[in-house]
């Protein structure tokens, strides 16, 4: 097993097992209805302890600059299913903050939630996203968060593809960064 990286220096070893773990090539259709000829499998990295640990890591040193930054505690971290659930709780587990799942629909029975977990209206909440393409289930998940009462202090993402998610999320007016980018992992097309 390999040991999570640290330190900023260890972001590029982290950026080559993402990439070694989950980059596809072959023609693909995404979440946006895009073609593209390579396809990030964030299960394939999602689901690896030793690179969970690390992003991990990266996330934490990432909320507390977002919350730095505005002044602001932050209270939740908010992740969509499926995927961002796996991201959301290995941010919680680095940085004590509890955390959201926010689900695609309302449940239909039980509690007919659209979130799990507790949240107090006017909270400061980050939102956690696996891959941006567009922004487009992320910016969902923050309208969910904002409707409920949340206040979104801003969406970081494990990988942007670098295909218009930035600029998405600065038309909403909602502060994005990633802790990679396709040009990270190696890809340029």
């Known amino acids: ?37 390579y396809y990030i499998d964030k299960y ?43 991201l959301v709780t290995t941010a919680c587990m680095a940085t004590g903050i509890p955390c959201i799942f926010v689900r695609n629909a309302k449940k239909d029975y039980g509690t007919a939630k659209q979130m799990e977990g507790q949240l107090v209206p006017g909270e400061h ?8 393409t567009t922004g487009g289930q992320a910016l969902e998940g923050v309208k969910i968060l904002t409707d409920a009462g949340a206040k979104v202090l801003g969406v970081i993402a494990v990988i942007d593809r670098q295909e218009g998610a930035a600029q998405a999320f600065a038309h909403a007016g909602v502060h994005f960064e990633s802790l990679l980018t396709k040009a990270d992992l190696g890809i340029e097309a």
């Not at 990295?45 to 640990?53: A, D, G, H, K």
């Not at 909440?125 to 941006?132: L, M, N, Q, T």
Request: glycine residues 10%; contains cysteine; charged residues 20%.
């Open 1 to 37: 097993m390999t040991t999570a990286p640290t330190t900023e220096l260890n972001r590029a070893e982290l950026a080559r097992q993402v990439a070694s773990a989950c980059v596809l090539r072959g023609n693909f259709t995404l979440r946006s209805g895009r073609t593209s000829t």
């Open 44 to 86: 394939l990295f999602s689901t690896r302890p030793e690179i969970l640990r690390g992003l991990g890591l990266l996330f934490a040193q990432r909320i507390r600059a977002i919350g730095a930054a505005a002044g602001l505690p932050v209270h939740r971290l908010a992740g969509a299913e499926l995927g961002g659930i796996p």
């Open 125 to 132: 909440v980050i939102f956690v996203e696996d891959v941006a």
